[in-house]
């Protein structure tokens, strides 16, 4: 059974960076479909950024508008791990961040809608002061 761990959360000041991970440990698939999400006190979950490899090996991404041009998702197949590399961080980016996938696979165009994963993390905290 795949089992995601999230790590690299913590606290930053604005204009700062971090970078998450997540390790899909028993993830025997070259393909993926996978996606970050967030959810900040008092707020629903939100889908940050998402990822697909398909059959032919094409990689695509989806962000949403809130990130784009400061956060990048990519993975690394060779170590199982996602990423989301996040720049000029904003306060309003202050949340709980997970990882989510769908196994297996299927082969669509990556989205950030919920109800397409079905495997989730636990989590890893971001907090960003102004």
């Known amino acids: 059974q795949v089992q995601l761990v999230e790590s690299g959360g913590g606290s930053v000041q604005a204009g700062g960076s971090l970078r998450l991970s997540c390790a899909a440990s028993?993830?025997?698939?070259?393909?993926?479909?996978m996606g970050w999400f967030r959810q900040a006190p008092g707020k629903e979950r939100e889908g940050v950024a998402s990822?697909?490899?398909?059959?032919?090996?094409?990689?695509?991404?989806s962000y949403a508008d809130a990130v784009k041009g400061r956060f990048t998702i990519s993975k690394d197949n060779a170590k199982n791990t996602l990423y989301l590399q996040m720049n000029s961080l904003k306060p309003e980016d202050t949340a709980m961040y997970y990882c989510?996938?769908?196994?297996?696979?299927?082969?669509?165009?990556?989205?950030?809608?919920?109800?397409?994963?079905?495997?989730w993390g636990r989590g890893t905290q971001v907090t960003v002061s102004s």
């Open positions: 989510a996938a769908q196994v297996p696979p299927p082969d669509l165009y990556p989205s950030r809608r919920e109800y397409l994963y079905n495997t």
């Open positions: 028993s993830y025997t698939y070259s393909n993926y479909y």
């Open positions: 990822i697909a490899r398909d059959g032919a090996g094409d990689v695509r991404t």
